[in-house]
């Protein structure tokens, strides 16, 4: 009798921590905090010398404070029993453990979906004032859509997904989506294999990435990426909206493409915190975000590519964002949209959310009106700058 009340107490808190969001807080406090991180102040002017004294000590940790402090997808808080929890939760035994009953008051915890609308919220860069907003909500949180369907539907998923034994450390929110996905293209015609992939690269990875680091640039539209957390692993990132090919069957050449790639490798390096110069750069570390569709069809993850810097280390000057990126560029860009402004790419048209953007046509507009690269050889001289200088190596073992 008393295994039974604790058992009930156990699910009673992990409804009351589903319902109140904690899921979802983590990422959000570890958005604010990278937020705090990444912002420079012009009014703090540390001890130089105790800066460069330090910079030994520090070497050592910096590289796991980063990927805790920029780490906005790991989930920090485990609310499943102790025994359950460590580096790699197993949501999936603790699933299969529950009862019917339980199983039914666990995803009625979600709240009809809103904590997987939080996370996808994120994901998709609502948050950050991304223009695209809502569009992976609609898609992911299948709540409000499909609700009359009764939660039975995620209950039988939730039991067929953790049947599998590869599936036990998918959380239950990536779980939702995934139902949600299944859901949809079971009543939508034309879905998409996006659930399948999904599953596969939870299965490999554990969630999608968010902070990362770009290692190199293998074409105009795909870059190769590092991610910091939960472990270090690199992948490839095709840049959603972006393509090789335009209409009537023009395809970039391969001077284009290296002009594209280098404006690309451009951006890798920033100026140094705290000197707030060039003497002294680091890596670039920008945001993934998320549009409708989550994958190419080869399988490939899509994102957008958002970058808080807004200065960039040339090997011989610097250039600002505002230099190449029409707007508040101060305030970070989205790399994709940069692309495009300056005409080095095609825009892909099959990317629906990309289309259905007003800003994204304006990016095109602007590049054929002023005849830029692909589409009249014009050219800025920033832009020139930034291709034929490239970046300069990253030096964080400096003094100013």
């Known amino acids: 009798m008393a295994g039974l009340i604790l058992r009930k107490i156990q699910v009673f808190i992990i409804v009351m921590l589903l319902g109140a969001g904690c899921f979802a807080a983590p990422w959000a406090l570890a958005q604010t905090d990278s937020a705090v991180a990444e912002k420079k102040s012009p009014d703090v002017k540390p001890d130089v010398k105790a800066e460069v004294n330090s910079k030994e000590e520090n070497a ?54 809103l904590t997987a609308a939080g996370q996808t919220s994120y994901l998709e860069g609502q948050e950050a004032g991304n223009i695209r907003s809502g569009i992976l909500d609609r898609r992911m949180n299948m709540g409000e859509t499909y609700s009359g369907l009764g939660i039975e539907l995620f209950v039988d998923y939730f039991n067929k997904l953790y049947t599998d034994p590869a599936n036990n450390n998918i959380d239950w929110t990536y779980a939702w989506m995934l139902a949600s996905l299944s859901i949809q293209n079971e009543i939508v015609e034309g879905g998409d294999n996006d659930e399948a992939m999904l599953k596969q690269f939870l299965q490999t990875y554990g969630e999608l990435p968010g902070w990362v680091r770009i290692v190199d640039v293998k074409d105009v539209n795909v870059i190769e990426v ?27 050449t391969d001077d284009q493409k290296q002009r594209g790639i280098k404006f690309i490798k451009s951006l890798a390096a920033t100026r140094g915190y705290p000197f707030e110069n060039c003497n002294c750069t680091e890596m670039v570390r920008p945001q993934l975000f998320y549009g409708a569709n989550l994958f190419a069809a080869d399988g490939t993850l899509e994102a957008y590519v958002r970058i808080n810097e807004a200065n960039f280390c040339l090997l011989k000057n610097e250039v600002s964002a505002t230099e190449f990126h029409r707007g508040n560029a101060d305030d970070g860009f989205i790399l994709n949209e940069a692309i495009l402004e300056n005409g080095l790419a095609y825009m892909d048209e099959e990317s629906s959310d990309y289309v259905e953007s007003d800003k994204m046509m304006q990016n095109i507009d602007r590049a054929k009106d002023k005849g830029l690269n692909i589409y009249g050889k014009k050219t800025m001289a920033p832009v020139e700058r930034m291709i034929k200088q490239g970046p300069k190596p990253v030096n964080q073992n400096c003094v100013p």
Do not use: H, M
Request: charged fraction near 25%; glycine fraction near 10%.
């Open 60 to 113: 050592k940790t910096e590289e796991a404070q980063t990927a805790t402090s920029q780490a906005p997808l790991a989930q920090d808080v485990c609310a499943l029993p102790e025994s359950l929890c460590g580096d790699k939760p197993k949501f999936g035994s603790y699933w299969n453990s529950l009862s019917d009953s339980e199983r039914k008051i666990i995803l009625q915890g979600f709240d009809v979906g």
């Open 226 to 252: 590092e991610v910091l957390v939960p472990e270090p692993y690199r992948l490839s990132v095709r840049l959603r909206g972006v393509s090789l090919k335009g209409g009537d069957g023009k395809t970039l």
